[in-house]
């Protein structure tokens, strides 16, 4: 029987991946000096806010998710942000790799709000394991073994990674969803006024909305 136990050891931004992505370098151990032959690893990563402080404009971004800073002992409870799975390569005793987390870029998701919201520091993580084991049987066939589910990691994530991994495919951009209408309408209000980017067009309507207040 396996004795497996895994640690986060460091981050880096994947720079040739399809979409933001950034990962995180974990250490397997396994107790007992048994030859793994892989593990097919599965991780739900949670982000958990309570075990950070926060910045006044940080704060002020966060009402959508926690209320006031006065709640946050009640409000603030772990995110989950991603679910990842993972083929760990054969080893024996220990060995590193990199797990690939997606950044989504959907203000929609309460995850990405939250890490929006973060000017600097670091973003409390916790990658919480499951999957199967497969190593050497009786009989010199394969058998198989669970990943205990007391397995996980934590890590404190720089804000800089992932702000890093963002900027990779958006430099200095974010991305909203809106219903169809409610863009046409701005559409027509962009095309009408000559505005020649989505910029300018919501700058003036922001400029007119602060007249008529």
């Known amino acids: 029987m396996t004795k497996l136990s895994f640690e986060a050891i460091g981050s880096k931004v994947e720079r040739f991946a399809a979409s933001p992505t950034l990962s995180i370098r974990l250490r397997v151990n396994e107790a007992t000096s048994t030859p793994v032959h892989t593990i097919a690893l599965r991780a739900q990563v949670q982000i958990e806010p309570q075990y950070r402080r926060y910045a006044a404009d940080e704060s002020a971004l966060l009402v959508e998710l926690f209320g006031d800073p006065s709640r946050y002992s009640d409000t603030m409870r772990p995110l989950l942000w991603t679910h990842v799975s993972?083929?760990?390569?054969?080893?024996?005793?220990?060995?590193?790799?990199?797990?690939?987390?997606?950044?989504?870029?959907?203000?929609?998701?309460?995850?990405?709000?939250?890490?929006?919201?973060?000017?600097d520091g670091e973003i409390p993580v916790n990658l919480l394991f499951s999957g199967s084991v497969f190593v050497r049987g009786e009989h010199g066939g394969v058998a198989t073994e669970l990943v205990p589910w007391t397995c996980e990691a934590r890590y404190r994530l720089p804000v800089a990674v992932w702000r890093e991994a963002m900027d990779a495919f958006f430099?200095?951009?974010?991305?909203?969803?809106?219903?169809?209408?409610?863009?046409?309408?701005?559409?027509?209000?962009?095309?009408a006024a000559g505005l020649p980017t989505w910029d300018a067009a919501l700058t003036r309507l922001l400029e007119l909305s602060r007249i008529e207040r």
């Not at 430099?171 to 095309?191: H, L, Q, S």
Request: aromatic share 16%; proline share 5%.
């Open 86 to 119: 993972h083929m760990v390569l054969g080893f024996q005793d220990q060995t590193e790799f990199d797990l690939p987390i997606p950044c989504s870029y959907d203000f929609e998701v309460g995850a990405h709000k939250y890490l929006a919201a973060l000017g």
């Open 171 to 191: 430099p200095g951009g974010a991305w909203i969803r809106v219903n169809r209408d409610v863009f046409e309408e701005v559409y027509r209000f962009k095309t």
